[in-house]
């Protein structure tokens, strides 16, 4: 079992963890869930002992990892793929690891096969896809056959196969009794692979329970009304009926807590007009965003195009919808948009369904002080049928998932 009490992790005015406590369970693939940034690799890296805690504690079968015997051989993990010596075959990568921990070279062709890479053993790993890169990641947590695993976004680039064979290879190794813990961003990926949930948003633990537990909190049906009329005589009698009733963005009410037949009957007898009464089901996904989207550190802007969009003749270059070159475009003509974001990665529903269970210390809404922007794909309409490579002063892309070198830049 993995055990953490008041775990915190300040990077200096940073505090990348905050004071959580959590348990993770033998005999279950308990998901790690949380935006880019809240902190699921800081945790994970704790729990390793790459990093201290600045307060807390995080231990593992009783003991900090560091005082564990043998330690490789009963703790297992994936944190960053690419940490891997590209020159190096997936073979030889893995026998070093072997090596380093006292376990047998038979055991390297064991691994290779399971996670299916036995045709490119011999392989250098810098030529390896990033799908490939997370199985030879996924063999080298599974080295030296431990009881505990932890894997940090283990389907990142890995395809349909490669996520079915995740899933089925989480779900197997916890079956065996193992601890099984995996950080993903994503809710719908958890939800079928996962018995218990762990939701942290900067730093800060937003819930811990079951799976279903969260599907029975979270998916409950609720309808849409909307009427022409003003809705306040409406609303007051639903509450005083029980439902509970929240405004949608679009301007009707999402209804939970009363049957579709008993609403219309309201409606009927207030004499209000309805233009829509539809059931509907919440998605985990949709529940899992609502639930975040406080904790959320990095938002888009729109893509204003200032400067990009003209009236007049256009340079040849854009008018295939083309990027200018970079002496066109300075950097500068981007402005961020004002106004609500079409391409907002958690959209801002107000007061949908059932509110989060266990909601501990949410930071306030909106973008976090030190917030950034990352630069962010055009919408699909935008998208031009021919992109000429991007200006050499292009902003550089988000930042790939942590890596090692935090840990390094750190010490
Ligand atoms: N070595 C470090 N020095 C300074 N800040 C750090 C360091 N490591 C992490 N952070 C910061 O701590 C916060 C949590 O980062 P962390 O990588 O743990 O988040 P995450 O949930 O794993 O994110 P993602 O989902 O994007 O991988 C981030 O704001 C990050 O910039």
């Known amino acids: 079992m993995i055990e953490a009490v008041g775990l915190t992790k300040r990077y200096g005015v940073k505090t990348a963890v905050d004071n959580l406590t959590f348990q993770v369970r033998p005999g279950a693939v308990t998901g790690f869930l949380g935006p880019n940034g809240s902190g699921k690799s800081t945790t994970m890296r704790m729990i390793l002992g790459l990093d201290a805690p600045t307060s807390g504690q995080v231990?593992?079968?009783?003991?900090?990892?560091?005082?564990?015997?043998?330690?490789p051989r009963q703790v297992g993990a994936l944190l960053d793929a690419k940490a891997v010596h590209g020159g190096r075959s997936a073979r030889q990568h893995l026998l070093c690891l072997a090596q380093l921990s006292g376990i047998p070279a038979r055991r390297v062709d064991e691994v290779l096969g399971v996670v299916g890479l036995q045709e490119v053993a011999h392989r250098r790993s810098k030529?390896?896809?990033?799908?490939?890169?997370?199985?030879?990641?996924?063999?080298?947590?599974?080295?030296?056959?431990p009881q505990v695993l932890l894997f940090d976004e283990p389907v990142n680039g890995l395809d349909p196969e490669g996520i079915h064979w995740v899933r089925n290879l989480m779900r197997k190794l916890a079956g065996e009794g193992r601890t099984v813990f995996v950080s993903s961003h994503?809710?719908?990926?958890?939800?079928?692979?996962?018995?218990?949930?762990?939701?942290?948003?900067?730093?800060?633990?937003?819930a811990d329970m079951s799976v279903k537990d969260f599907i029975a909190r979270n998916s409950a049906g609720y309808a849409r009304v909307r009427t022409p009329e003003t809705s306040e005589k409406l609303v007051r009698a639903l509450s005083e009926a029980g439902a509970h009733v929240q405004p949608e963005q679009d301007g009707a009410l999402r209804v939970s807590g009363l049957a579709l037949p008993h609403i219309s009957d309201l409606a009927f007898d207030l004499g209000v007009r309805l233009h829509e009464l539809s059931p509907h089901q919440a998605s985990l996904e949709e529940a899992y965003m609502r639930m975040t989207q406080a904790a959320v550190d990095y938002r888009s802007t729109q893509d204003q195009r200032f400067g990009l969009q003209q009236a007049g003749p256009v340079p040849a270059q854009a008018q295939y919808g083309g990027y200018p070159p970079p002496h066109a475009a300075p950097q500068h003509q981007w402005q961020p948009a004002p106004g609500p974001n079409p391409y907002q990665t958690a959209p801002p529903p107000q007061g949908f369904g059932a509110p989060p269970a266990g909601p501990v210390g949410v930071s306030p809404a909106g973008p976090h002080p030190g917030a950034m922007a990352p630069p962010v794909a055009a919408p699909p309409t935008a998208v031009p049928p021919?992109?000429?490579?991007?200006?050499q002063d292009a902003p550089p892309a988000p930042a790939a998932a942590p890596s090692l070198s935090k840990r390094e830049s750190e010490s």
């Not at 390896?128 to 030296?144: C, D, K, N, P, T």
């Not at 021919?386 to 200006?391: E, G, K, Q, Y």
Request: proline share 8%; aromatic share 4%.
């Open 59 to 71: 231990t593992v079968g009783g003991r900090r990892f560091r005082d564990l015997p043998n330690a």
């Open 386 to 391: 021919a992109v000429p490579p991007p200006p």
């Open 127 to 145: 030529g390896f896809s990033l799908g490939m890169g997370q199985r030879l990641g996924i063999a080298g947590a599974l080295l030296g056959d």
């Open 186 to 206: 994503l809710m719908s990926e958890m939800a079928l692979t996962a018995d218990h949930l762990i939701v942290i948003g900067r730093g800060q633990l937003l």
